[in-house]
């Protein structure tokens, strides 16, 4: 077994997908190291999902998210191709708009802002949401560095996901009893 430990790195570059070396803070590593980070966050709320309390729903909704992992990986080699290589069509940020709306049908409108409260997945799903956030930033300014003026099926799947991760965390804490704390005026 070959080495994890390469050692190109060392001088602060890395290389991408077409072979080039760039700054390990250039937009496109950035916005890789995010959704990685986010990866990985969702890894763990798969890990919470199965060792926790199971409902009705928690198979769906690990398969769900084991399946929004892989299309981060796969957004990884879109993004570093330039969309050379396109991974994701309209039916992926579809098909999570769909998912958030049947959860969103199945709880009581939200009628006041909240504080990320609950059972622990619920809580780390916002985490995770909040990654995504960032990664969306990231996302555009990648987007406007290159030049990209049609935002790709990718960007809209990941302004999506966070969309979907607030809806799964409110449903998260439905499901498994987590209290939502709602905010007070600062006094």
């Given at each position: 077994m070959e080495s994890i430990v390469?050692?190109?790195?060392?001088k602060g570059t890395t290389g991408t997908?077409?072979?080039e070396r760039v700054s390990k803070d250039a937009?496109?590593?950035e916005l890789n190291g995010t959704l990685?980070?986010?990866n990985a966050s969702l890894g763990?709320?798969?890990?919470l999902l199965k060792e926790g309390p199971s409902f009705g729903d928690c198979p769906k909704i690990i398969e769900t998210v084991q399946w929004i992992q892989n299309g981060l990986y796969n957004m990884g080699s879109e993004v570093s191709s330039e969309f050379d290589l396109v991974r994701f069509e309209l039916r992926h940020p579809d098909r999570l708009e769909a998912?958030?709306?049947?959860?969103?049908q199945k709880m009581p409108p939200q009628t006041k802002f909240i504080l990320y409260s609950g059972t622990l997945?619920?809580?780390h799903t916002h985490m995770a949401r909040s990654i995504c956030r960032r990664a969306e930033r990231v996302f555009v300014r990648y987007l406007n560095e290159i030049g990209e003026t049609q935002y790709p099926h990718s960007y809209q799947f990941i302004?999506?996901?966070s969309d979907y991760l607030f809806t799964l965390a409110r449903y998260l804490n439905q499901e498994l009893g987590g209290e939502e704390v709602v905010t007070l005026v600062w006094e």
């Open positions: 390469t050692k190109t790195g060392d997908l077409s072979g937009p496109l590593i990685d980070e986010l763990v709320l798969t890990s998912e958030l709306n049947e959860m969103t997945s619920a809580t302004n999506r996901l």
